[in-house]
């Protein structure tokens, strides 16, 4: 891959220099790969733990809880002595379960299958799983559900590297907490080793990808950043600050760049009827009433994506300013990258505007295209995140 290549031939030469002058060793990589915690579902009532190799649980809080054994099949679930085991009870609040091979874990619908090992939290009588996992495979088990089951090799890796970045940086902020990142949109969808059916991909495919990217995120001035990145720009993607996302200090990434590329998407434009009833009833609890008679885009970033609405209300005209976002999950719309909003004889407003998502980052279909055209991972990521550097960790 590019992105590898270059960084070693930078490495080899830096190398080179340095050798000349000291003749120290000098170790090309020291960080072991980091291990990442991921909160799988939301913490549930039990799960049903399968494995077919050698196993074993340790009880973490002082009451010496152990178990072992080959083939494991148990139900877990929050207990008044702690979490039970298999029915029986544990005394143990905190347990940690390893296994050489793989874990199968059904729980809340889904049953998925989990490299690494699974760390069970007994909190609020609730049972939290926890899949630990070293960050390449987290990284492999994250780029299929993100980038879509049809994608070339390209976009796989470009999205190898953002998932990294991302996982790399939610990890740094704070190393020791329960769980660094969550399974689904709210960090990144991850599934463990389980893919879909109608992938185009295998795992080990997907192991190769990511192998070929390895240790490698993204940077701004040395420090690693939140990667955010988004189906569908619509024609061009925003700054952070539009879509108030956090930008880490990284905000000169983030400025907006055009993007044709995601232009064969079915939701390059979309348009959308919503009753002003509906819009007025969920801008409720900002405190919007009734009749509202008129909407202004008072702050619109670039690429036309709207940071602010201002919503005249209620008999005396009062005015509110929602932020982009919030008027988005109101009106259940698509994206705020908004052309036009016209009142409908039928008391609705109809919406027309582009994208999927927040607009922010890389764009996924457009990133697609480009692997599709030929373009190389490093090529895609310097077109999204314009001034980013390539960073190797290990
Ligand atoms: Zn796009």
Redesign the pocket.
């Known amino acids: 891959m590019d992105i590898v290549r270059r960084l070693r031939s930078v490495v080899l030469a830096t190398l080179a220099v340095l050798c000349a002058c000291g003749g120290e060793r000098i170790a090309l990589s020291s960080m072991p790969v980091p291990e990442i915690r991921v909160l799988l579902g939301t913490p549930a009532e039990g799960a049903t733990l399968t494995a077919p190799d050698a196993w074993d649980a340790t009880g973490e809080d002082g009451h010496g809880f152990a178990d072992r054994g080959t083939n494991l099949s148990v139900v877990v679930r929050p207990g008044g002595d702690g979490i039970l085991f298999g029915g029986s009870s544990t005394n143990a609040t905190s347990i940690r379960l390893r296994t050489k091979g793989s874990f199968v874990v059904e729980m809340d619908g889904a049953r998925r299958a989990y490299r690494g090992s699974l760390w069970l939290r007994q909190q609020s009588g609730r049972l939290q799983v926890i899949n630990e996992v070293d960050l390449e495979t987290y990284v492999a088990g994250v780029i299929l559900n993100e980038m879509g089951t049809t994608a070339a090799p390209a976009a796989y890796k470009a999205q190898a590297v953002l998932a990294r970045s991302y996982a790399y940086f939610k990890r740094k902020g704070d190393p020791s907490a329960p769980w660094h990142v969550y399974d689904d949109e709210r960090s990144q969808v991850y599934a463990g080793i389980t893919i879909p059916r109608d992938a185009g991909a295998t795992i080990t495919d997907l192991e190769r990808w990511t192998a070929e990217t390895r240790g490698v995120i993204l940077t701004w001035k040395g420090e690693p950043f939140p990667t955010y990145y988004a189906s569908?720009?619509?024609?061009?993607?925003t700054e952070a600050s539009t879509a108030r996302l956090d930008a880490a200090g990284a905000s000169p990434i983030f400025l907006g760049v055009p993007?044709?590329?995601?232009?064969p998407?079915k939701y390059?434009t979309w348009s959308k009827a919503v009753a002003v009833q509906d819009l007025a009833d969920a801008l409720k609890s900002r405190g919007v009433s009734p009749p509202i008679s008129r909407l202004e885009w008072s702050k619109v970033g670039k690429g036309g994506w709207v940071a602010e609405v201002t919503v005249t209300y209620g008999p005396k005209g009062a005015k509110k300013v929602v932020p982009g976002p919030d008027f988005r999950s109101a009106a259940g719309l698509r994206s705020m990258r908004i052309d036009a909003v016209e009142a409908q004889a039928d008391g609705t407003l109809l919406f027309r505007g582009g994208?999927w998502g927040h607009g922010v980052g890389l764009?996924?279909?457009?990133?697609q295209?480009m692997a599709r055209k030929g373009f190389a991972p490093d090529q895609i990521l310097r077109y999204y995140y314009p001034g980013a550097e390539f960073t190797r960790l290990y």
């Open positions: 569908t720009c619509g024609g061009h993607t993007c044709g590329y995601c232009a998407s390059y994208g764009c996924q279909v457009g990133a295209e």
